[in-house]
C-alpha cells in the first residue's frame, strides 16, 4: 500500500529564511497532496494542497511543488515568523475512494 | 474555530475501563472521521463515517467502534483499556464522502489511561 515518508521530523530556521519540508510517496498513483498544520495544543488545519495536473501552487508566503516522476512533493514557506512554529503533516491520496496516507510530522522551529 | 466540536475535552480512567468519545461535525458536513495521536506522534486514521455508514477504515483496534447517529453526531467506543490507549483523539468533518474533500479538525479529547 501506499507509504508516505517526511523528513525531516525536525527543522530549526532563523526567523526571516526560508523553510522546506519534503515528502515521498509510494504509489504512483497518488494525485491528491494536502500540507496540514497543527500549532501546539491545537488542531490541524489545512494550509495547502496540491493535485496532480498541477508542479506548483502558491499562497502567499508558502507554496508546494510536486515531482510526479521521482514521487515527491515539498512544503516552502518564505520570509518565515515565529507564528510559522508548529508540526506540519503531508498526506497523500489515489483520490476520493481512498483515505489520506499521513507522513510522520515535521516539527518547525523560528528562531527568534 | 472550525465549528467541529469533541466533547469531553479531557477524560482519565483506569486500564480495563470503556469510554465513548463524542463529536459533532461542522453544520451541513455529512463526513466524519477519527483519528488517534498519540504523544509526539504523527495522526492516524481510525475510522470514516458518510451520512451514518462506514465509508472507511484505518489502524482501528478491534477494541475500538464508531458510529455515526441520524442527526450526524459521532461516538468512538475504546473498550478493555490499556496503557498505550492513553492519546488525544482528534475528530475531523468534511462536507461530502470523498476521502479528498477538506478535513476540518475539532478540538481534541486527550485520553489518559492510568
Known amino acids: 500500500g501506499e507509504n508516505v515518508e517526511q523528513h525531516p521530523s525536525t527543522l530549526s530556521v532563523q526567523e526571516g529564511d526560508s523553510a522546506v519540508i519534503k515528502c515521498t510517496y509510494s504509489d504512483s498513483a497518488s494525485n491528491y497532496f494536502p500540507w496540514y498544520k497543527q500549532e501546539l495544543g491545537k488542531r490541524p488545519q489545512l494550509i495547502i494542497d496540491?493535485?496532480?495536473n498541477v508542479g506548483e501552487k502558491k499562497d502567499q508566503r508558502i507554496a508546494v511543488t510536486l515531482n510526479k516522476t521521482a514521487k515527491h512533493f515539498s512544503l516552502h514557506i518564505t520570509e518565515t515568523q515565529p507564528e510559522d512554529s508548529a508540526v506540519y503533516f503531508c498526506a497523500a491520496s489515489k483520490g476520493s475512494n481512498y483515505q489520506l496516507i499521513w507522513g510522520a510530522g515535521t516539527k518547525l522551529i523560528i528562531k527568534p | 474555530d472550525s465549528g467541529v466540536t469533541q466533547t469531553p475535552k479531557h477524560l482519565i480512567t483506569a486500564t480495563g475501563q470503556r469510554v465513548t468519545l463524542r463529536c459533532s461535525p461542522r453544520s451541513g458536513d455529512l463526513s466524519v472521521y477519527w483519528y488517534q495521536q498519540s504523544l509526539d506522534q504523527g495522526l492516524q486514521f481510525l475510522i470514516q463515517y458518510y451520512n451514518g455508514e462506514e465509508r472507511a477504515k484505518g489502524n482501528i483496534l478491534e477494541r475500538f467502534s464508531a458510529q455515526q447517529f441520524p442527526d450526524l453526531h459521532s461516538e468512538l467506543n475504546l473498550s478493555s483499556l490499556e496503557l498505550g490507549d492513553s492519546a488525544l483523539y482528534f475528530c475531523a468533518s468534511s462536507a461530502g464522502q470523498s476521502l479528498v474533500d477538506t478535513q476540518y479538525f475539532g478540538p481534541g479529547t486527550r485520553l489518559t489511561v492510568l
Open positions: 496540491i493535485r496532480s
